[in-house]
């Protein structure tokens, strides 16, 4: 499908998801919304794809909701149509990894399309922020609930209140982000770690997307107890033999994904 709001590429083993509005900056409005959730859940039926990239340009990942769009709501339509609530499920429920590559702005709903994300890599010139409440709404894809989970109580306070912007050491210090590298490299750096996580048993990413985000929705017991299920549960697979196999004689696994 030919996308307006953005561009898809698939290079090898990954999809390169990028947001294509530089007129807004990026801004999410329903029809970027709506592709967006067409390419992830493409993405994640397609059996060559193993990994998820998503980014913007260099000068925003995404500057929130559009607030021009945005601004002729009224109550009936954000509840009655349930705003944004489709693609959001749309996009938590693909199985694939999905990386944030954040470079520039990911502001409100830029923001918390990185944190619906697997992880996020931002660029040095990376800047987040929950400015929400300068519109007098606050967050609603999520942002005071992840956010406070990212970088705890004080800080998301923070953000949220005032609606001030994190650059990205403090991003990464507060464990928003997991890694920074210089702006110039952000799609080099992202991409051969898409590369890395597309070697794996796409069983064990699964697993491993499971079981890190059980930790989100359940007690510790029980997500220990899951977990413990789900390791189990891979020595029922062959890329577990392989796996090990190849450690033990020296050489680099091939996964079959079986
Ligand atoms: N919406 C629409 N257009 C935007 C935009 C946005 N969020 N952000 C930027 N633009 C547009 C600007 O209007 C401008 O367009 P023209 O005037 O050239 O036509 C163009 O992008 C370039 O922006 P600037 O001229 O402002 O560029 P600057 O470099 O001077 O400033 C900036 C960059 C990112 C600091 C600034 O643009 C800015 O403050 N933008 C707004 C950031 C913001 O407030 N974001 C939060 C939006 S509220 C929910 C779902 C979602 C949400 C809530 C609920 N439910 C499911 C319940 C989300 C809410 C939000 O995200």
Redesign the pocket.
């Known amino acids: 499908m030919a996308y307006k709001t953005l561009i898809v590429e698939i290079e090898e083993h990954v999809a390169l998801i990028r947001l294509n509005r530089p ?3 990026n ?1 999410l409005n329903a029809e970027l919304m709506s592709e967006l959730a067409d390419a992830i859940g493409q993405a994640d039926r397609n059996d060559k794809v193993r990994c998820v990239v998503l980014t913007g340009s260099e000068k ?1 990942f995404a ?6 769009e ?1 601004s002729q709501k009224g109550f009936v339509d ?1 509840f009655g149509k349930d ?3 489709p693609e959001t499920e749309e996009i938590l429920r693909c199985r694939k990894p999905i990386i944030a590559a954040v470079s520039g ?1 990911a ?4 923001c ?1 399309l990185a944190m619906l994300c697997d992880f996020i890599i931002a660029a040095d010139t990376a800047k987040f922020g929950q ?2 409440i ?2 007098g ?1 606050i ?3 999520g942002g005071t609930q992840r956010l406070t989970r990212f970088v705890g109580k004080s800080k998301s306070m923070d953000m949220h209140l005032t609606g001030r912007f994190m650059d990205a050491d403090e991003a990464e210090r507060a464990g928003l982000v997991s890694r920074v590298v210089p702006a110039k490299k952000l799609m080099e750096e992202v991409m051969a770690i898409a590369d890395k996580i597309a070697e794996k048993s796409r069983l064990t990413t699964i697993a491993v997307k499971e079981c890190v985000n059980r930790s989100y929705e359940t007690t510790l017991r029980e997500g220990l107890l899951f977990e413990r299920r789900v390791f189990h549960s891979l020595f029922a697979t062959d890329d577990q033999k392989e796996g090990m196999a190849a450690f033990l004689e020296k050489r680099e696994p091939q996964f079959r994904d079986k």
């Open positions: 007129d807004a900056l801004a925003a500057a929130g909701a559009d607030i021009k945005m954000v705003f944004f609530t702005y502001l409100g709903g830029g918390e400015p929400e300068n519109l709404v967050a609603g894809i």
